[in-house]
């Protein structure tokens, strides 16, 4: 991970994007939140800095998060930015959904601190 790196977690609860902000910072993850897909897509337009990586919810309201995944997909300007989904959707055809939407990896909660890491891994963003 380079220095600086920056992160967003999307989700409609705050215990969750505590959580994961807790996670990600202590990793090194420099970290701002969003409640939803809509809040989240103004963040990630307004932030001076890229963000390198967004964690999202998929059942949220106003936007959800697999509507952000599509709508972040459809924007070149993001096209280096990895999604990854951190849901409580467990079937196997709503993962398959999201990876074809565009998103880059997909965890179910509830998840542990070594799951993140091991999927940022397999993302190359840590070592």
């Known amino acids: ?3 600086g790196s920056k992160a967003m977690v999307v989700d409609d609860s705050r215990a969750i994007r505590m959580i994961l902000t807790r996670t990600l910072t202590a990793m090194g993850w420099q970290v701002c939140e969003a409640a939803n ?3 989240a897509i103004t963040v990630l337009e307004s932030s001076p800095e890229a963000i390198n990586l967004v964690l999202v919810d998929w059942n949220m309201p106003e936007m959800n998060g697999l509507e952000f995944v599509r709508r972040v997909r459809h924007d070149n ?3 280096n930015t990895k999604l990854m989904m951190v849901t409580t959707e467990t079937q196997v055809e709503q993962m398959v959904t999201a990876l074809e939407a565009g998103a880059n990896e997909y965890v179910m909660k509830p998840f ?3 799951v993140i890491e091991d999927k940022l891994r397999i993302l190359g963003l840590v070592q």
């Open 1 to 3: 991970m380079q220095q």
């Open 77 to 79: 300007r993001y096209d």
């Open 37 to 39: 897909g809509k809040e």
């Open 112 to 114: 542990t601190k070594d």
